[in-house]
Nanobody
Framework: QVQLVESGGGSVQAGGSLRLSCAAS????????LGWFRQVPGKEREAVAV????????FYGDSVKGRFTISQDNTKSAVSLQMISLKPEDTAMYYC?????????????????WGQGTQVTVSS
């Protein structure tokens, strides 16, 4: 059974930083797509950042490029998202997602496994 456990959300003022972590267990493939999506009520889930653990290639949503950095640990079963220069519009529920194969890195429907989510709130 695949489990994704997120941690690290919280509240911060604009311009501040937060680090999210996601620990994955139960993934059977040696290489996976692991990443973060976010969602605010009434809006579609948005891709934030994804890493392909096989090559280490990273992908970012346009709104977070240059501010967020995704990385994986040596086991390739945990990822972190370092967020700096946070803006109020970054406020959302952040979800960790995983799958062994995706055709579109930024499409939520391509991911089979999801964490419960962790709230990030950025105040102005």
């Amino acid at each position: 059974q695949v489990q994704l456990v997120e941690s690290g959300g919280g509240s911060v003022q604009a311009g501040g930083s937060l680090r999210l972590s996601c620990a994955a267990s139960g993934l059977t493939s040696r290489t996976n797509w692991l990443g973060w999506f976010r969602q605010v009520p009434g809006k579609e889930r948005e891709a934030v950042a994804v890493i392909y653990t096989g090559s280490g290639s990273t992908f970012y949503g346009d709104s977070v490029k240059g501010r967020f950095t995704i990385s994986q640990d040596n086991t390739k079963s945990a990822v972190s998202l370092q967020m700096i220069s946070l803006k109020p519009e970054d406020t959302a529920m952040y979800y960790c997602a995983a799958n062994s194969f995706v055709t579109r890195w930024n499409q939520p429907s391509d991911y089979d496994y999801w964490g419960q989510g962790t709230q990030v709130t950025v105040s102005s």
